[in-house]
């Protein structure tokens, strides 16, 4: 991506930051993990979601280097940032405190979506509890990010309004699912457009993120675009109670499992199979003809050309679909069908 396509945006500027909770959880050397800190306070639900989050990311991880991940949950970002193993990071230590721990995760809740902002935020976050074992100097650390958007500790400054320019997500891979998919990548993009239900399910979590978060830039165009994309739920009754009253989403989810509750989903996307499958209820919502079929052989050329790049190629995907009108063609089918019967 050249640099003049980093300062652009999907569709709209990144949100100033608009942080809301902070969260400390220690891990020690099993498989224990306990909240040391956390202010203001969270509901059980939400702690228990974070707890099965972080369970998974530390099974996954190597034994150094620090980990970013993040989710949503009811409209809020989660933020997961976990340390290396403390004994061996380098860091300045409280020993006496974290002889028992192998590492600490900070979880940053926020409204708005910039991953880079927070994942350089927490790793401060992670070295101040680390160096200083007192949860007060931390407070301050983060009301002072909340009230004058920056943090200073020892020689390190961090400015939120450093990351208002960057691309909230730039590691997009469209042309991945356009090479996994062929032209059934077409039903991805009338999918958004016509506002469905997507459930994308990839093993893997990073893989999965970027899944979901491509297909939504491959067809959205609402400035409210972030509102319905879940990047990685779990299939866990109190995850997926928040969508009982939601009509549109793009859901990522690493249990196979999900696949079994079909009232959950119109689209669903299983990128391990390379398949795309239709639930029965939707299939006259998704019904498509010739400019559908058109817009999915642009695609496909199009991603062919490795000279293009992938911001390039969304938006000429974007405009192809809209000079064709995909979204509302089957509409006006309906309406033409009817007037002849």
């Avoid at 090479?179 to 979590?205: D, M, P, S």
């Avoid at 559908?292 to 496909?300: C, G, I, Q, T």
Wanted: net charge negative; charged share 25%.
């Amino acid at each position: 991506m050249t640099q003049s396509n980093v300062e652009k945006v999907i569709d709209m500027p990144p949100a100033p930051a608009k942080v809301i909770a902070c969260h400390v959880i220690e891990l020690d050397k099993g498989d224990g993990m306990m909240k040391t800190w956390s202010y203001p306070a969270s509901e059980r639900v939400q702690m228990d979601i974070c707890f099965r989050k972080i369970a998974k990311i530390k099974k996954s991880i190597s034994a150094a280097g620090a980990i970013a991940k993040y989710y949503k949950y009811c409209k809020t970002w989660h933020y997961i940032n976990i340390s290396p193993p403390l004994l061996e990071s380098g860091m300045k230590i409280a020993e006496k405190e974290f002889l028992r721990i192998d590492r600490v995760a900070v979880v940053i809740e926020t409204e708005d979506f910039n991953p880079v902002r927070y994942e350089e935020f927490g790793n401060l976050f992670i070295r101040v509890f680390v160096a200083e074992a007192d949860p007060t100097i931390l407070l301050r650390q983060f009301l002072s990010l909340v009230v004058t958007g920056k943090c200073h500790w020892e020689n390190t400054t961090i400015k939120a309004s450093k990351f208002d320019s960057i691309l909230p997500f730039q590691d997009f891979r469209v042309r991945s699912l356009i090479t996994t998919f062929g032209i059934e990548t077409i039903v991805l993009l009338t999918a958004v457009l016509r506002k469905q239900r997507v459930v994308v399910y990839n093993r893997k979590v990073d893989g999965l993120i970027r899944d979901v978060l491509s297909i939504l830039a491959l067809g959205s165009r609402s400035d409210n675009q972030w509102d319905n994309v879940y990047p990685w739920v779990g299939d866990n009754d109190d995850e997926l109670a928040q969508f009982t009253d939601m009509n549109f989403y793009i859901v990522g989810c690493a249990n196979a499992t999900i696949e079994n509750r079909p009232g959950f989903h119109d689209i669903f996307v299983n990128i391990p199979a390379a398949e795309i499958s239709v639930a029965s209820h939707a299939k006259e919502n998704m019904m498509m003809s010739k400019p559908h079929k058109e817009v999915a052989l642009f695609m496909v050329q199009l991603s062919e050309n490795e000279e293009i790049s992938e911001y390039d190629l969304i938006q000429e995907i974007r405009k192809k679909a809209q000079e064709l009108s995909i979204e509302s063609h089957q509409l006006k089918k309906r309406a033409s069908d009817a007037e002849e019967a």
